[in-house]
């Protein structure tokens, strides 16, 4: 079946960097489009940033652009998400889901998430 599992999370210091990863099974990667996402306590939760199936083509939200960077290793079956400059406000947990579009990404399948926590 499809899933995917996120890993890298951990605590780091402002301005510090982590590299999350997005392992996937159960589907054809290069097929699919994905999408991190996140979510802090209290608020909704945000789309992070995304990769087109069709030309690998990315998008990120203001909140992150210049600082995270996304790409995926088809071979692996395996995104990432790097994060550098990280900001309090990064803090979160962040989840990685894949659809057949980007249209479709929130409502395909769903990582359990990683938890990100940026203080000093």
């Known amino acids: 079946q499809v899933q995917l599992v996120e890993s890298g999370g951990g605590l780091v210091q402002p301005g510090g960097s982590l590299k999350l990863s997005c392992a996937t099974s159960g589907f054809v990667l290069d097929a699919y489009a994905i999408g991190w996402f996140r979510q802090a306590p209290g608020k909704e939760r945000e789309g992070v940033a995304n990769i087109s199936s069709s030309d690998d083509s990315t998008y990120y939200a203001a909140s992150v652009k210049g600082r995270f960077t996304m790409s995926r290793d088809n071979a692996k079956n395996t995104v990432y998400l790097q994060m550098n400059s990280l900001k309090p406000e990064d803090t979160a947990v962040y989840y990685c889901?894949?659809?057949?579009?980007?249209?479709?990404?929130?409502?395909?399948?769903w990582g359990q998430g990683t938890q990100v926590t940026v203080s000093s």
């Open positions: 889901a894949a659809g057949e579009t980007i249209a479709t990404i929130q409502t395909g399948s």
